[in-house]
């Protein structure tokens, strides 16, 4: 296969050759600068050019870079990426390039391997994460200015998955061992540390890790099958998977012939009381659909201690599907970036709501409650039934087991849910995250599930391990291409994909199964042991807690009673001590809300009984290592702010938001190790010191200056921490015209349509 370079020949000319020597922007093995610009303008403000920084403008392989000597303006603090400098955008994060010319009045919206007839003025660049950044080329050369605008439309639109930077590092990495990634030797894509204890992140990818999943949820009835080792069944399938033990492998191979993709059933979960959670594509052979289906069902039953029956929930009818989860987001961008935000802001509300994200996000959270239902006090298996079995599946047994589990709540086990249900069960990141530009499979799942989470975690938040922080830049991570993680639709195609490059590049794989990608869950590629206390929930009770009694260190365990249910949140109906009416409604009411006529709707008399057990439930404290339950009323499914909003400069509250929260708490945490710490020292002898010495550094990121630490909160904090929407231009307007009126596309940001056509 022929280099990228060697492809874009006819667009950055012969006269441009690559650095000598890495050049500044260049921060991973592989890539390289295939275009720059000097005396480029970046504009900081929509209303005026006093801010705007001068410097140079830079495309490489990996991403677009501006590097620049003057500082930041008006900007107190940035969260460093080691991958990604202050002012860079990754080319996966493109979704749309414009570039304009004043003097013509000509604006277009480039795709790849197209011809710019006008030299650009102005470079104006749409992110996926909503952010809009506009460069002007004033005092730049037009030629290297068009070229510039031609190498970045055509580097962040690859035809071909083998044209992703994350080919580039590995090629680089397989012929030079000793190249490393800011000093960090990435580890072939394995787990990267997870948390304070050093866990390795499970990549299930192994028989072992299924086989220790297994015992960890004491499924004793089922087994680690490994029938599509080699990809031989299914190439949509993991090599190994878990079945019940009474299915017999000859059996496996029969019946997958009848599955849509030939996907057998797959074991998600197993519940403490023997239910099981299993995923399961259509049956498309309808003569043999009945007995294959009982077949399977009584399976089930059979690894059920209890041999209870098995309830199946086909999602294709009670979930929205993929193309309305994606005009849904296409709505909710449209909102988040109209111009401008004081006119719209007296029907903001309604226009958020016309979106039906938001009713989205309660109907998969309303279902995967009643699911938990099922599973919790029914005590019967839940089937899972798509047409595929690879998209809304993976998001309902995940949100199923972060509720069910409080192991999926820690940042390991979340992680380890990921890996389990969306990347090695084969959620198709590549076309759902639309790598290559192909916006007909275009859907945000993915997104949608880790809204889901922040919901539970907002309602939640001593029951789970990792911050908001930790979910927005997780979400970030799946548009940066250097990741393996995120970057397939599946374990095959990994392998397939990269055993062909690397075939084509003279690399040896030995007895590897295809080249091994940098894991996500290395999170020290991308930010320092610091910046990841920030991952790190202050709010969040551990199973056991230290204590010292005799000088001798303890643990103990929170029984139900520990727990407040103001933990829970105050009521929205508290004012002045008095709760209003309302509250006295029953509060099981919020899950059984009826969002559309097609969604599913349990029998009468299950109703009532699922109803039942909602308001048990709610009158009781929460166990913040039991079952949680979403609380689906109006006021408490919210738009997540950090996530959409945090790009948005007029929405940004100075010493606001919930980070002040955030931090105050930290401070407390930090002081009580601070008290175990020097008790601790005080009551230990000599033998004791040695196993301390971990726990005397500090697990959070804003820290006590010492005990009854009184000082404020430091300057930079904002709603928008740690991130800053300085120099992104949301809401600004090209030569005049509203963005509202080029955001009517129903796939793009902007039309080419509505746009001035060429001479």
Not at 254 to 267: E, K, N, T, V
Not at 396 to 407: F, G, H, R
């Amino acid at each position: 296969m022929c280099s990228r370079a060697a492809a874009t020949d006819h667009v950055i000319g012969e006269g441009n050759t690559l650095f000598s020597e890495a050049p500044l922007c260049i921060s991973a093995p592989g890539e390289i600068v295939v275009n720059e610009v000097n005396f480029v303008r970046k504009c900081i403000a929509t209303d005026t050019s006093q801010y705007d920084l001068w410097g140079k403008l830079v495309c490489t392989n990996f991403k677009i870079s501006f590097i620049t000597d003057d500082p930041m303006p008006l900007q107190k603090f940035h969260y460093k990426n080691l991958l990604l400098g202050e002012h860079d955008v990754p080319l996966t994060c493109i979704e749309q390039i414009v570039t304009v010319n004043d003097t013509k009045r000509k604006q277009k919206v480039l795709g790849p391997n197209q011809k710019l007839k006008f030299n650009p003025t102005e470079l104006i660049i749409y992110c996926k994460d909503f952010r809009i950044v506009r460069f002007r080329f004033d005092e730049a050369g037009p030629e290297s200015a068009k070229k510039v605008c031609l190498a970045i439309a055509h580097y962040s639109q690859p035809t071909d998955l083998q044209l992703l930077f994350a080919f580039e590092y590995v090629g680089e990495i397989y012929h030079n061992p000793a190249k490393k990634v800011n000093g960090i030797d990435p580890g072939g894509g394995g787990g990267g540390i997870g948390s304070a204890s050093g866990q390795q992140t499970p990549l299930f990818e192994t028989y072992s890790d299924w086989d220790r999943e297994i015992k960890r949820t004491g499924a004793s009835e089922w087994r680690v099958c490994s029938v599509n080792e080699g990809y031989m069944i299914s190439t949509c399938l993991p090599e190994y998977f878990v079945v019940p033990s009474s299915l017999a492998d000859q059996d496996l191979k029969l019946y997958s012939y009848s599955f849509i993709g030939r996907r057998m059933p797959l074991w998600s979960w197993n519940h403490p009381n023997g239910s099981a959670l299993v995923r399961m594509a259509n049956i498309k052979d309808v003569l043999q659909q009945r007995r294959i289906d009982q077949r399977i069902c009584n399976a089930i039953t059979r690894s059920h201690p209890l041999r209870s029956d098995v309830y199946k929930s086909d999602l294709d009818k009670c979930l929205p599907n993929i193309q309305e989860i994606q005009a849904a987001h296409i709505k909710l961008k449209q909102l988040c970036v109209n111009e401008p935000f004081d006119e719209t802001e007296e029907k903001w509300l309604s226009s958020l709501e016309n979106t039906r994200w938001l009713e989205y996000i309660r109907a998969f959270l309303k279902h995967s409650a009643e699911l938990v239902y099922m599973m919790e006090c029914k005590h019967v298996s839940v089937v899972l039934q798509e047409e595929e079995g690879r998209d809304l599946s993976c998001l309902a047994a995940s949100l199923i087991q972060v509720m069910l589990d409080p192991y999926f709540r820690t940042i390991v086990g979340f992680q380890s849910l990921i890996q389990k249900e969306w990347v090695m069960a084969g959620y198709q990141f590549l076309d759902r995250c639309n790598h290559l530009k192909r916006s007909d499979k275009e859907s945000p799942l993915f997104l949608m599930f880790l809204d889901c989470v922040w919901q539970l975690l907002e309602q939640y938040p001593a029951a789970f391990e990792f911050s908001e922080v930790y979910l927005t830049i997780l979400y970030d991570s799946a548009r940066i291409s250097l990741f393996g993680t995120f970057l397939f639709n599946c374990p095959h195609q990994r392998v397939k994909e990269s055993t062909e490059f690397a075939i084509s590049k003279n690399i040896q794989l030995g007895d590897e199964k295809g080249l091994r990608f940098p894991c996500v869950w290395d999170w020290s590629l991308q930010f320092t042991s610091r910046d990841r206390l920030l991952f790190h929930n202050p709010l969040y009770i551990g199973k056991s807690a230290p204590s010292v009694h005799n000088g001798a260190l303890r643990t103990f365990k929170r029984s139900k009673k520990n727990y407040s249910s103001t933990l829970r949140g105050v009521p929205p109906a508290l004012k002045n001590g008095i709760i209003g009416e309302q509250e006295f409604l029953p509060r099981r009411n919020s899950l059984i809300l009826k969002l559309k006529p097609d969604f599913f709707q349990p029998a009468e008399g299950q109703s009532h009984n699922m109803e039942q057990y909602f308001r048990d439930w709610f009158a009781k404290p929460v166990d913040l290592h039991g079952v949680i339950l979403p609380n689906l009323s109006g006021t408490q499914i919210k738009l997540w702010k950090l996530c959409y909003f945090r790009w948005v400069p007029e929405v940004q509250i100075n010493h606001g938001g919930s980070i002040t929260a955030f931090h105050r708490v930290s401070l407390l945490a930090d002081e009580v190790d601070m008290l175990n710490r020097s008790l601790r020292q005080y009551k230990s002898n000599s033998s004791l010191q040695g196993p301390c010495s971990e726990l005397d550094q500090s697990r959070m990121y804003f820290r006590a200056n010492g005990l009854n630490d009184t000082s404020g909160a430091p300057d930079f904090l904002s709603s928008s921490f740690p991130f800053s929407p300085v120099g992104n231009l949301c809401r600004r307007s090209i030569l005049g015209t509203p963005l509202s009126k080029f955001l009517s596309g129903a796939k793009i940001w902007l039309s080419t349509e509505t746009l001035a056509n060429e001479d």
